[in-house]
């Protein structure tokens, strides 16, 4: 599984070991919705911090 992190624009280095467990959790996360087989093949998440007025 290789995983990817980017923060504003900017790649965060992960070792293995990070990437195992960030990947293992998404993964678990996703495939325990309902409408999602465990044959998929790619997932984005896009998560955005609340503006604050």
Not at 7 to 14: A, C, F, L, S, T
Not at 18 to 41: C, F, P, R, Y
Not at 42 to 50: F, G, L, T
Request: proline letters at 2%; zero cysteines.
């Amino acid at each position: 599984m290789k995983i990817e992190l980017m923060v504003d624009g900017r790649k965060i280095p992960m070792n293995e070991f990070v990437q195992t467990i960030v990947g293992n959790v998404t993964k678990a996360m996703v495939e325990t919705l309902h409408t999602i087989d465990s044959d998929w093949k790619e997932i984005s998440i896009r998560i955005k911090q609340d503006e604050v007025n």
